[in-house]
């Protein structure tokens, strides 16, 4: 009764614990969801924004402007088309490149501003359409550093961009004079109050980052931890019922086929004494007796003996070496990565899968080679056994033997994979957790 309270407290308490952990995956991926988001949009914005630009004043120059003035394309087309050679120059080093490896550095900005509405006004001098390409330095603003710089840029680039449409030093008056500084004023200050905000909440966007990182890397170790927890309470609960189970056969089932065994000897004996021997008393006795050897069969079977002598490396190298002298075939074993003690539970399992994939080939495969791989990863564990047989159509292969391996994997924590066409062979891949037994964190845990 106590053993069954306890089981179930700890199915429970695993379940909670599956539930917290998936919670907090799914909020940790929702953060990170919309931070990647808006970086994302505002990166796009940043790579693309000159370069669009830069080619819708190109293409209207080229295709309507030069053509409308009648000018030919030698020598203001083939100077334009120069300019616009070393702009792509420009950008692409200053701009681009740095800030897809983000390498981005204040000087360097400041003499990529300065030189790009350079470029800006010349291409300017030639035509008014490429004042299209000049907005582009608003954006780039954004990038210098410390934040009187970007508005400063703001500045020089709402002067360039100004004073180019509005001609107005070709016939001066105070008032287009006061029109074009009320038109820089209020646009300096419309886009700078940008750049100024950006700069004073800088460093509480930081430091908000680092809490989200410091939080989500706190989600994601509390969720492995629930992960251990919920298999290290399956595999103590499967554990428990091996135990009980295991306790139960030897104690009813095969108990009672001995008392029986003893019993049926007894009046063996006395009916040979009589000179009678009885064949249905002959006939019981050889059953109990195969009984008795099947509930001891069942007995040992409930842990795999070769894990009861050594560990999963070496109880895979005696069961590989034993089906290989039984079917006459010779099986590949490969261990990589550092050997680390694991669960019980994990180690029969993967023992049980191996022994099934085995049982599988032998019967159905046909194959000449067979392979089996043991890869410890460090957090994960991985079993591949995959031979050159005929192998089967896909969705054939759900048979109860799959099927029970598919079960036993996924009771601790694990997936498996199988791959398989007519005349391909077929590979069994499992993917489990790397969890030793009597993990420290999970015991510190569980003392809390």
Sequence with gaps: ??????????????????????????????????????????????????????????????????????????????????????????????????????????????????????????????????????????FHAYLLRPWPLGVLGVLATSVALNGSAMRWWSDPTSELLVEFLLIVVVQTAAIGVGIVLTARSEPEERKREQLVERLEGALHENAGLHAQLVAQARESGVQDERQRLAGDIHDTLAQGLAGIITQLQAAESSAGLQGEPDEHVARALRLARSSLTEARRSVRALAPQELGRAHLPDALGTLTEQWSQDEGKRVQLDVTGPRMPLSPAIEVSLFRVAQESLTNVAKHAEASRVGVTLSYTGTEVLLDVRDDGRGFAKGVGTGFGLTSMRQRIRGVGGHVDVQSARGDGTSVSVRVPAIAPGDARVKEETDR
């Design 1 to 138: 009764m106590m053993r069954d309270v306890g089981t179930g407290a700890r199915q429970i308490s695993g379940s909670r614990g599956a539930a917290v952990a998936e919670e907090a995956e799914d909020a940790s991926r929702s953060r990170l969801a919309w931070k990647e988001d808006q970086l994302r949009v505002w990166d796009l914005l940043q790579l693309f924004t000159p370069w669009l630009l830069l080619a819708i004043s190109t293409t209207i120059y080229f295709s309507w402007v030069l053509p409308a003035s009648g000018e030919r394309f030698w020598p203001e087309g083939a100077s334009v088309l120069g300019l616009v050679s070393v702009a792509v120059l420009w950008v692409l080093g200053g701009h681009t490149l740095p800030l897809r490896r983000r390498s981005l550095r204040p000087a360097p900005s400041v003499i990529y501003v300065i030189g790009l509405l350079g470029l800006c006004l010349t291409l300017m001098s030639y035509s008014d359409v490429f004042i299209v390409f000049t907005v582009s330095g608003f």
